[in-house]
């Protein structure tokens, strides 16, 4: 009998617009060291791989585990997990379709699998977060962007060129604000954070109320959730708005989907119950009546700064196994 010895690490890379995080995790989601570097530094895309390829392998050397490494996952913006591919990012500096799996995997000699945040968040909340046992959900990335995957019957659903679940890019709004896509009355234009934003300028120019927000230069959602906090009407208006909204366009997807929950991730969601009350209000309100009342609004349970690196790791573990080193 052949005897063939079992890798019990991964790599997991999350790479954001201005940083890249990479760690080692282990079998059981343990993550046994991590490194970072400064994205934004690199504008050419193959400078970056070089170096994101040389921090990899500097880590794993430094903690002597070359022959545990089976594998790599990564999460990228706008990464199609079918080809590996980040496409047409609206937000990197890097434009058009890399191939950015197949560069790592010759540079490192070893399996490379990558996805789309929302994909990879999801597969994180599957394995050891909220969605644990669960084979019926949604997943929402509430950030920068407006990120969605969801399982069926125990399965992420990608669609036929891996690109299925993308909800914050269906119309909302006709003929509404310009989309990022290109599109207008998008979802995200209204629940992104700039979407969030731009309801607060648009509110504060339409009313003559006081409001904290007011000659804030560099308005955030986390400013606005602070005014929220302290009482401002404009600020709790402006989440009003934007629950009621995000509310009406997750009741469709829900309707559609009937999972058994919806969890809330990203920076947005930290607006808490000014947002997401009146979005479950809304919600309820729109979705059909025989799911009524059993669709779970449920938080992330994962730390933030874990989530995508512990997906990646998922995704890793999922890729077939090839190494130029054997």
């Not at 019926?136 to 950030?143: A, C, I």
């Not at 006709?174 to 979407?195: I, N, V």
């Not at 366009?249 to 058994?260: D, F, K, R, T, V």
């Amino acid at each position: 009998m052949n005897k063939t010895a079992i890798k019990t690490r991964v790599v997991g890379v999350e790479i954001n617009l201005d940083l890249t995080l990479y760690a080692i995790v282990d079998i059981r989601g343990d993550i046994i060291a991590e490194a970072e570097l400064v994205t934004s530094d690199y504008p050419d895309v193959n400078q970056y791989v070089t170096a994101l390829c040389d921090g990899i392998m500097n880590l794993i050397v430094a903690h002597d585990c070359f022959e545990n490494i089976r594998s790599v996952g990564i999460s990228a913006p706008s990464g199609n997990f079918q080809t590996g591919c980040m496409e047409n990012s609206p937000n990197m500096p890097w434009k058009g379709v890399i191939p950015l799996a197949a560069m790592m995997r010759d540079r490192l000699g070893m399996a490379v699998s990558l996805s789309n945040n929302a994909h990879v968040v999801a597969l994180a909340e599957h394995a050891f977060g909220s969605a644990h046992g669960m084979n019926d959900f949604v997943v929402l990335t509430l950030g920068h962007g407006f990120g969605s995957c969801f399982f069926s019957n125990g399965r992420a659903h990608l669609g036929v060129d891996g690109t299925g679940g993308e909800i914050g890019h269906t119309c909302l709004i006709p003929e509404g604000r310009q989309c990022g896509c290109g599109h207008h009355g998008c979802l995200e234009a209204y629940c992104s954070a700039k979407g969030i934003i731009r309801t607060a300028r648009e509110l504060l120019e339409k009313s003559d109320k006081p409001s904290l927000m007011r000659g804030v230069e560099h308005l955030s959602p986390k400013l606005i959730t602070e005014f929220c906090e302290q009482g401002d009407e404009l600020a709790i208006e402006t989440y009003r708005q934007t629950g009621y909204k995000l509310g009406w366009g997750l009741s469709n997807y829900a309707s559609i989907l009937n999972p058994e929950a919806i969890i809330f991730t990203g920076g947005v969601v930290y607006a808490g119950k000014w947002l997401l009350d009146p979005a479950y209000e809304s919600f309820e309100e729109h979705v059909f009546h025989n799911i009524q009342n059993k669709v779970k609004f449920l938080n992330s349970t994962l730390k933030d700064s874990e989530r995508n690196v512990l997906g990646a790791s998922v995704l890793a573990w999922g890729v077939t196994e090839y190494s130029l080193f054997k």
